[in-house]
């Protein structure tokens, strides 16, 4: 394992200097699920949660909430997003949802944080959106599942990268 770009010498952490860094194309790509009983995941794709749309209201939460992850995460820098995506899709198998989120920008570090940081905040608004009807809801598996660029070109969780 590397060392940790974010823990000076003497120990304190420090937001990392990328200035120098060339700019390069960046994508993450990260998911996530929530699982939820049968019945609530058809109460969500019904239309007739009390608080509204719930895929619809989650997508729009974790775009948002990729555009802000820099004002949540200590020491990441605040970045240009090119393009954020959210897709929702539900999965009677689980029951639940399956969230994926994509953030894309041409810069000098990479997007990673940003991605995970949709795909927690559009799981938490579908959570919230309905507890009222099922507080055993669990959210699951969180995970990086894809970047690219900057140094280190392709990395995906399968193993199937070219390790820049």
């Known amino acids: 394992m590397s060392q940790l770009t974010h823990i000076a010498p003497s120990g304190e952490a420090h937001m990392v200097d990328v200035s120098e860094k060339p700019d390069s194309a960046r994508s993450a790509i990260a998911e996530g699920r929530i699982l939820m009983a049968p019945e609530t995941l058809r109460l969500a794709l019904s239309g007739n949660a009390k608080k509204g749309d719930v895929p619809a209201t989650a997508r729009i939460a974790g775009i948002m909430a990729a555009k802000k992850t820099a004002e949540l995460i200590p020491l990441c820098h605040p970045l240009a997003l090119s393009k954020v995506t959210v897709e929702i899709k539900p999965d009677n198998a689980l029951p639940g949802f399956v969230v994926t989120a ?16 949709a795909v927690c905040v559009a799981c938490l608004t579908i959570y919230d959106m309905l507890k009222a009807a099922d507080r055993d809801m669990r959210i699951e598996s969180v995970a990086l599942v894809e970047k690219r660029g900057g140094a280190s070109g392709v990395w995906r969780q399968d193993g199937r990268g070219d390790g820049g």
């Open 102 to 117: 994509e953030a894309r920008l041409v810069g000098k570090t990479g997007v990673e944080m940003e991605a995970l940081t």
